[in-house]
């Protein structure tokens, strides 16, 4: 693993040592007594502080890069480069044409990359799909999606941790390009590549990365996605309504509430509990995948088009 911060600690790290097949053996970060706490915490044998010396490992066969969105081109190079399969977070990478120079990487020096797009595995996010896919909601015809949350204190972004999210050299963006992935993503999940997509955004004229955002997206099938992601409202708010010619699919992205159908006069709830660890179930299919057992839970080529549409509404 290269990178442990937060996202590790409980969303992903502690997974890889209770998928099948798989062990996390090792831990990079630059900072000696961090990285030597985080291996002593999570039982991981070996920590470095040198990505070369760690990808120089005979023992390890593939890496999970967990590090901010800006050095993700130049860890999956030297991944790739040294032989490795590799797990990279989201968002995948500053911009588009970065994903893109990762596509063309992975061309050159094959072997295998999946992105951590792991809501597609998430037991929530594959029953929304299941009602969508069997025709519970007849013909999908529209999606709309809402995201407000408060604007962040100058105190809270004062912490590192935080700060990174909203500085586009190290994020790519602001908090649209930390949450807009996983929206965007379970969308070309569902209804497949898009065929149209354009937005707007700003920052309430600031300078500053966009804090309001609104894109379109035209599937190959007719189904129309609109999206409004504004995050200096007063309000909070996680929503997003799939119609269809014979229902309606009603569900959040963070909040975590039951799965609402309304279909002929009547309503049906489907609760989920949360997940121990949120990636586990992606984690799951990726060693499957690294291991011949199944296909690419989520290929370069979705996470480029998914940076191609990130880009489109904020106009990078």
Not at 176 to 189: E, S
Not at 202 to 215: H, N, Q
């Amino acid at each position: 693993m290269i990178g442990a911060g937060d996202v590790t600690e409980v969303k992903s790290g502690p997974a890889f040592k209770k998928v099948p097949n798989s062990d996390l053996i090792a831990v990079m970060r630059r900072d000696e007594e961090k990285v030597k706490d985080y291996a002593a915490r999570h039982g991981i044998a070996q920590w470095y502080t040198d990505v070369d010396k760690m990808l120089a490992n005979p023992e390890i066969n593939a890496v999970y890069i967990a590090t901010p969105p800006y050095v993700h081109l130049h860890y999956v190079q030297k991944s790739l480069q040294a032989g490795k399969m590799v797990y990279v977070e989201k968002p995948l990478a500053l911009n588009a044409e970065e994903a893109r120079q990762m596509k063309d990487m992975l061309a050159r020096y094959g072997g295998k990359l999946v992105v951590a797009h792991y809501r597609r595995a998430n037991p929530y996010f594959l029953k929304i799909k299941d009602i969508v896919q069997t025709g519970l909601i007849g013909k999908p015809t529209l999606v709309q999606l809402k995201i407000y949350k408060k604007a962040q204190s100058a105190e809270v972004l004062s912490i590192s941790k935080n700060k990174w999210r909203v500085d586009p050299a190290i994020s790519g963006g602001g908090l649209f390009h930390d949450l807009a992935p996983h929206q965007l993503d379970l969308m070309l999940a569902i209804f497949g590549k898009p065929v149209h997509y354009c937005g707007l955004s700003d920052a309430y004229g600031l300078e500053a990365p966009a804090t309001r955002v609104s894109g379109q997206v035209l599937f190959a099938d007719d189904v129309l996605f609109n999206g409004v992601w504004d995050f200096g409202q007063q309000q909070q708010k996680d929503t997003c309504e799939i119609l269809g010619t014979d229902g309606v699919l009603r569900f959040s992205f963070f909040e975590g509430t039951p799965i609402v159908l309304e279909r002929e006069g009547s309503t049906e709830e489907f609760p989920f509990e949360p997940l121990p660890h949120v990636q586990q179930p992606m984690i799951a299919h990726t060693v499957q995948y690294f291991l011949d057992q199944r296909d690419n839970p989520c290929s370069i080529e979705d996470g480029v088009v998914c940076m191609e549409i990130m880009d489109a509404f904020t106009k990078k």
